[in-house]
């Protein structure tokens, strides 16, 4: 009896969390540690279940390792990985990432984007995934558009530049980034109607935005949308 009142006072109450740090206990560790829960977006610290620790020393090295932490969650703050029960808005469908056994091809179905294969190759393959739809939706826009204008089909691109969304060549040929994809349809379908615009004015004449207001709902709007969303854009994978 004395034995086990001795080993509870030994063994401190496990807190939530240490410095505003979450806490995990774990019956495998050995030793304090600290790793990125990406999914989660935070930094999590493992309390071994096994060794004898005080609060305290957990504390200490909490404060020891706060410099790392805070670059941690900055990063993750910035970056929105592929993972498994992640949600992507899709053409403005909510669609939750999905790891499935086995082979197969990646597909949607009923709002989750089921991916094969082995867990490490998970984020390539939603990425490759995305880049596919997006030449679909990208180029039947700019196709449709372009036929509005009277004009044939163009070339188009997908690519992944990091400071514009769409460009279009002097010999007519598009380019676009996947990640409209994962922008709201009027804001994909603005930026189609003002590259399929360039192909008439190759300039941001007045002319030119008459042309662009004409193929699509509100031009000011998703060009809004755009400067106020687009670095959580880029984040993405
Ligand atoms: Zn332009």
Not at 103 to 119: A, D, F, N, S
Not at 148 to 153: D, K, S
Not at 212 to 234: K, P
Request: with cysteine; proline share 8%; glycine share 8%.
């Amino acid at each position: 009896m004395l034995f086990r009142l001795k080993q509870r006072l030994t063994k401190p109450p496990i807190p939530l969390d240490i410095g505003g740090v979450r806490v995990k206990p774990s019956s495998r560790a050995r030793r304090f540690s600290l790793r990125v829960d990406a999914k989660a977006g935070d930094v999590v610290f493992t309390w071994p279940l096994k060794s004898r620790v005080s609060l305290e020393r957990a504390q200490r090295f909490v404060e020891t390792h706060r410099g790392w932490i805070e670059d941690q969650r900055r990063k993750s703050a910035d970056a929105i990985p592929f993972a498994p029960g992640a949600t992507l808005h899709i053409a403005g469908a909510p669609c939750v990432i999905e790891h499935a056994p086995g082979r197969g091809l990646t597909r949607l179905e009923e709002g989750r984007i089921v991916v094969h294969g082995q867990p490490e190759h998970l984020p390539r393959r939603v990425k490759d995934f995305l880049k596919n739809e997006a030449m679909r939706a990208l180029k039947r826009l700019s196709d449709e558009k372009a036929s509005t204008l009277g004009l044939p089909p163009a070339p188009v691109r997908i690519l992944d530049p990091k400071t514009r969304w769409g460009s279009c060549g002097p010999d007519g040929k598009l380019m676009y980034s996947w990640r409209l994809l994962l922008a709201p349809p009027e804001v994909m379908d603005y930026v189609v109607a003002h590259e399929v615009a360039h192909r008439v004015h190759l300039n941001h004449s007045r002319r030119f935005w008459a042309l662009c207001a004409g193929l699509t709902a509100d031009a000011a709007a998703s060009r809004r949308w755009l400067r106020q969303n687009g670095r959580r854009l880029l984040a993405y994978g």
